[in-house]
């Protein structure tokens, strides 16, 4: 019989006494008590789970590079990278991917399969050399070096200092990277891990990303990720694990994902495992997530059997993502569906750094910037929170102060962690393109042509005209080649918006035209219908629906602070 957890002794020795002061024999004592102490080395009730994980950042490595700060920085200095600015946020919980990130300190951004944690198992970078590449290769190098020389590691001293300011830490490892297949010298690259340099036999060998992936069909393959998994829940005071499979979802060679995705969900039971005996020494639920692309149907078609994840219950939480960052709306609906019936919870991944190419007339015209404003950011996350999400996932967002802004103001980390405080907050809505939630660009090309858009609204906007707390809610559509010789019917919610009451704004071919929507945007679902009157007849290229947004504005009230609100539980 194993060792029973400290944490539960407490709790146990109080019911133990109460049964005793009613008259209970020692007979039934004695059972209790040997019940009880299977039930906790088998399953690590322990402490009840916290209800967090509604805001969640995931740090993926690039803080210990510290872009804005000389090596070595220390342990106060990768504290003031990476927990300092999360303080004063509704971020509860911090995902911190064990493997090296760069990012534009190295001319692949990421540095495949090496760590900056003390292990046995993977390669740590730097051990091997005195030169390096960049300046950057040395930085993060010479920060993980100078933290190990003590009796701590980066990972450590993340979760320990993350504790103390209240987070839950999970630790995170992206299953398959593949930006070593950007390597100038490919295998032979001095920045090539040894562990895939010397066994080309675990490769895909495929194009892109999976050139130099791993094939998970190889035993090796699964047995050198497993213990470099099962090592770190063992070594760290962690709260969960991430299996992140959205920056290189390919496992195995074409044509074999789908016949061999019970290897994977193996891998996850084995995982689950480890992380329940880790809990059982803790005292606490360890938890499991993972996060994926946004469609079952891919994942299905890439080995990762999210179903079967969720029904025998091996994953705590699922991260509906998107591999190139941004997503105006993740069909989280379909993994709720999954989820039902079950503890696993579903976040929705908010948008990132990388920002979807609007066009040069944007900027011109209305001042965006190269990263998306607060306002998009609550739009996103307030479409999620309505759909259902248990929480919102924040990635490549920590290092918007060095890769696009260094006046980047983290609002919506003070805001979106709770849909109550987005309730009547400015947003910016984005219809967005196909493969991104949303269904443009749309061409139409001559007299009669018609398209449907849907305009998805989370706010309750009868609530606030009743209020008097909504100030204005503006359609704006962007439409390439719209001239004064064309006519277009344009309808919302069935009712005709008056061309010549709409703002216009022409940039070239780009023509932008607002409308005051404000009595006719509604809560939920919106129809934007579209049909062509008339073309201009001396223009041959067609009219081109490019952006359908909407900007809802609120009356400012007292309250309007940039202090964060406090999440509901």
Not at 31 to 47: K, N
Not at 335 to 342: E, P
Not at 413 to 435: C, M, T
Not at 477 to 483: F, K, R
Request: proline share 5%; net charge negative; aromatic share 8%.
């Amino acid at each position: 019989m194993g060792v029973i957890s400290a944490q539960a002794l407490p709790n146990q020795n109080d019911a133990f006494r109460k049964m005793k002061s009613i008259g209970i024999p020692c007979s039934i004592l004695i059972s209790v008590a040997l019940f009880s102490l299977t039930r906790v080395e088998s399953e690590p009730t322990g402490q009840p789970v916290k209800a967090k994980r509604r805001l969640v950042l995931c740090n993926d490595g690039g803080s210990l590079g510290a872009p804005d700060m000389e090596a070595p920085i220390g342990i106060e200095g990768l504290v003031h990278e990476a927990i300092d600015p999360l303080r004063d946020t509704m971020v509860d919980t911090l995902y911190w991917q064990i493997g090296v990130d760069p990012w534009l300190g190295t001319d692949t951004h990421r540095l495949s399969d090496w760590y900056s944690h003390k292990t046995k198992v993977g390669a740590i970078w730097g051990s091997d050399r005195e030169k390096f590449k960049t300046a950057g290769e040395w930085r993060i190098a010479e920060n993980a070096r100078q933290i190990m020389q003590g009796a701590t590691d980066p990972a450590a001293v993340v979760i320990e200092q993350g504790h103390k300011a209240g987070l839950d830490v999970f630790l995170s490892l992206r299953f398959n990277d593949g930006h070593d297949s950007r390597l100038k010298d490919g295998i032979n690259d001095t920045n090539m891990v040894p562990t895939r340099r010397d066994h080309p036999d675990w490769l895909l060998g495929g194009e892109g990303f999976a050139k130099f992936g791993y094939n998970f069909a190889v035993p090796e393959v699964r047995s050198y990720t497993l213990a470099l998994i099962k090592e770190a829940i063992a070594n760290y005071d962690l709260d969960g694990f991430d299996l992140d499979f959205d920056r290189q979802p390919t496992v195995f060679k074409n044509g074999e994902a789908e016949e061999n995705a019970p290897l994977i969900t193996e891998i996850l039971r084995q995982v689950r495992a480890a992380l329940n005996d880790r809990g059982a020494r803790l005292g606490r639920k360890l938890l499991l997530s993972v996060r994926v692309p946004p469609s079952l149907d891919y994942n299905r078609q890439h080995g990762l059997d999210v179903p079967v994840w969720i029904k025998e219950r091996i994953v705590d939480i699922v991260v509906v993502g998107d591999p190139n960052g941004w997503n105006y709306r993740l069909p989280i609906e379909d993994y709720r569906a999954l989820a039902k019936g079950t503890d696993c919870k579903i976040l929705a991944q908010n948008l990132c750094a990388f920002k979807e190419d609007r066009g040069r007339s944007a900027s011109v015209l209305f001042g965006e910037r190269n990263y998306y404003s607060t306002e998009q950011f609550r739009a996103v996350a307030a479409r999620h929170w309505q759909a259902g999400a248990d929480g919102m996932f924040l990635w490549n967002q920590h290092w918007l102060k060095f890769y696009r802004d260094d006046k980047f103001d983290r609002q919506e980390w003070k805001e979106i962690g709770d849909p109550r405080a987005l309730a009547r907050k400015d947003k910016y809505y984005i219809v967005g393109p196909k493969d991104r939630g949303g269904s443009l660009p749309i061409d139409l090309a001559a007299t009669g042509d018609t398209t449907q858009i849907n305009l998805e609204i989370a706010d309750d906007l009868d609530s606030a005209r009743k209020d008097g707390a909504l100030r204005q809610a503006t359609l704006r559509l962007l439409i390439e080649q719209l001239t004064v010789l064309d006519a277009l019917d344009i309808r919302l919610n069935g009712k005709p918006l008056d061309m010549a009451a709409a703002t216009k704004r022409l940039n070239y071919n780009d023509c932008w035209l607002d409308f005051d929507v404000s009595t006719t945007l509604r809560q939920g679902n919106n129809e934007l219908a579209m049909k062509v009157a008339a073309r201009n007849p001396h223009v041959l290229a067609p009219l081109a629906v490019r952006q359908v947004d909407a900007l809802v504005h609120y009356v400012p009230t007292e309250e309007d602070s940039t202090s964060p609100a406090k999440p509901s539980r």
